[in-house]
């Protein structure tokens, strides 16, 4: 971005990609923003580029529509919240690329920025046809006509071969943004020779969604603590019977395959040793504490279902998280949603808080679970912004978003 800065952009429109794929809580007219954290994580940029006097387009995201309008994917609850905390001229154009947008883009002044709506209402943006996809990044490039630069500052995204996020790179000349910088640097400390013991807690509902990192993890992590919903299947893959929790009978000969293979490459799996099981899934749902190796045993006998670690497992994971000199946390411990399945979760976050080390946060969950647990975003060392992308890039993969930026 200093590069493009250098060039100077005062009167000229840059195209910025954001990442303001935001959680929203309520319905209708009173949708609104209910976690800022990227939208608070994409101000920097925009805030340079407008305090320069560029004329600023940003195109973004918001969940995964279908390639045509839906209201509940608007991204106007994320521009309200946006105006609230930019210190300059945010307008929202209802269209991505139509005669809106275009008008509005053209009478754009020096330093005012433009969010343009939901890049995904055209299903152009994410088409798996390359013409689709460039014919799109054309009309988006269009408008900041001609002279135009493009910064890719949405990390979340880099890992999308998108019209916003691959394709554009070659219509203009492209940059790259501080947030991409800054996550990028954080996630190769973890890559590149991490201080040891490096320990890595992984959680949330599905190991098959985090096959490949914990692949990747196996020859670089000291410990692997795993707890959440996916920890099921770690049990159920030594002989234990798990009642009725969330379990991937696909995946249990691999995770096999990984706890041998973890024997061999000195890391070590650490699996909670108590549950907390209930006897439904639910806020109030009756529930008690029992062995792991004894899940059927409660007395909701194989109709338990567990919905979060037991508490001497977090205290067992946060000794381990203590004496860690890095650590990578990605996916919550229990459902902790409900309180009554929080504790885990948040002992995991408090002992990452209280850590020496060097504790980074990964994953739009686990971020979003520690900040409605009460958390300061600086108690930690990094909170990234990226879920799956920072997952694909601690997997070693090739990010199309940076491939695109290299080129
Ligand atoms: C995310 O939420 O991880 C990013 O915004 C990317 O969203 P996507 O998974 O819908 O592409």
């Not at 919240?81 to 883009?105: H, I, M, Q, W, Y």
């Not at 330093?111 to 013409?131: C, H, I, M, P």
């Not at 979340?156 to 219509?171: E, N």
Request: with cysteine; charged share 25%; hydrophobic share 45%.
């Amino acid at each position: 971005l200093d590069e493009l800065l250098a060039e100077g952009v005062r009167g000229r429109h840059v195209l910025v990609r954001s990442d303001l794929n935001v959680p929203l809580e309520g319905e209708g007219a009173s949708l609104a923003v209910a976690d800022d954290g990227r939208i608070r994580a994409s101000l920097p940029v925009l805030h340079k580029l407008a305090e320069a006097g560029a004329r600023v387009i940003v195109m973004a995201h918001l969940g995964r529509p279908k390639g045509e309008p839906e209201e509940r994917y608007s991204l106007r609850p994320a521009v309200v919240r946006l105006k609230e905390l930019a210190p300059f001229t945010v307008k929202f154009a209802e269209d991505t690329v139509g005669d809106g947008a275009k008008s509005l883009a053209a009478d754009l002044q020096d330093g005012e920025v433009l969010v343009l709506q939901n890049l995904r209402f055209d299903a152009r943006e994410t088409s798996k046809d390359d013409a689709q996809r460039q014919a799109f990044a054309e009309e988006l490039a269009a408008l900041t006509g001609g002279n135009g630069a493009y910064v890719d500052d949405a990390f979340g995204a880099v890992h999308r071969k998108h019209a916003s996020v691959f394709d554009i790179a070659a219509k203009l000349p492209a940059f790259q943004g501080d947030l991409v910088r800054t996550e990028l640097e954080v996630l190769t400390r973890l890559t590149d020779a991490p201080q040891r013991p490096y320990v890595v807690v992984l959680g949330g509902s599905k190991v098959s969604d985090k096959l490949a990192v914990i692949d990747n993890l196996l020859g670089r992590a000291d410990y692997i603590l795993v707890g959440g919903g996916m920890v099921f299947t770690f049990l159920a893959a030594q002989g234990y019977k798990v009642g009725a929790s969330l379990l991937e009978e696909d995946q249990l000969d691999t995770v096999r395959g990984y706890l041998a293979k973890a024997k061999e490459s000195g890391c070590s799996f650490i699996l909670p040793t108590d549950i907390v099981v209930a006897e439904k899934f639910a806020a109030d749902a009756a529930h008690e504490v029992v062995r792991a190796d004894e899940m059927e045993g409660s007395r909701f006998g194989a109709s338990g279902i567990g919905l979060d670690i037991g508490p001497d497992s977090a205290e067992a994971f946060a000794q381990q998280i203590h004496s860690a000199n890095t650590v990578f946390w990605n996916g919550p411990m229990g459902v902790f949603e409900f309180d009554a399945f929080a504790h885990g979760t948040r002992t995991v976050a408090k002992a990452l808080t209280g850590s020496d080390g060097f504790t980074v946060v990964g994953g739009g969950d686990s971020a979003s679970a520690v900040r409605s647990l009460g958390f300061d975003d600086n108690a930690f060392g990094h909170i990234s912004t990226g879920g799956g992308a920072s997952l694909e890039y601690l997997e070693g993969k090739a990010l199309p978003g940076l491939i695109a930026l290299d080129r």
